[in-house]
């Protein structure tokens, strides 16, 4: 059998979230300014060509952070379409912390249908899938091994449904 020489996906995927990287906390989230250090940061790049897409991770949505809602992910998404490849990684802690509900059936249903209402299903090409230590709603970003305790999402009906 021949050994492919074509990098795994995972090599081709930047990893960006966009909890508050920069020198100086902003004082507001500002998608617009995010998506303008993304394009500069990456401009002269061809990301294209070189199979690279940049992944907006949402975040805990912390005081001082943006992408705790799935329309601040949208936002820079949307601006920075066209300009360079870019789709979603969701984070399933920081989903959960930022206040969706991914633990009841019900909850699952609407936090998917807020989500391809916003970013699209179809935009999403990663679900980094770990536990939460904290509450729905904390906004403290604390992740956990999936079926260690203390966890607040492994008895979730969102973990029982991707393992069945």
Known sequence: MAKSNAP???????WFSILAHFAEPIARPD??????????????LDLAQAGLTILIENTAGSEFSLGGSFEQVAEVIDRLRGIIPIAACIDTCHTHVAGYDIV?????????????????????????????????GS???????IGREPSALSRSAFFSTISA
């Open 8 to 14: 795994s996906p995972f090599a081709r995927i930047i």
């Open 31 to 44: 998608c617009c300014k995010t998506a303008a250090a993304i394009a500069s940061a990456t401009q002269g």
């Open 104 to 136: 009841s059936e019900e909850g699952i249903y609407q936090t998917l249908q807020d989500l391809d209402a916003t970013i699209g299903l179809n935009n999403v090409k990663v679900i980094h899938c770990n536990d939460a230590k904290a509450a729905r």
């Open 139 to 145: 906004k403290l970003d604390r992740h956990q091994h």
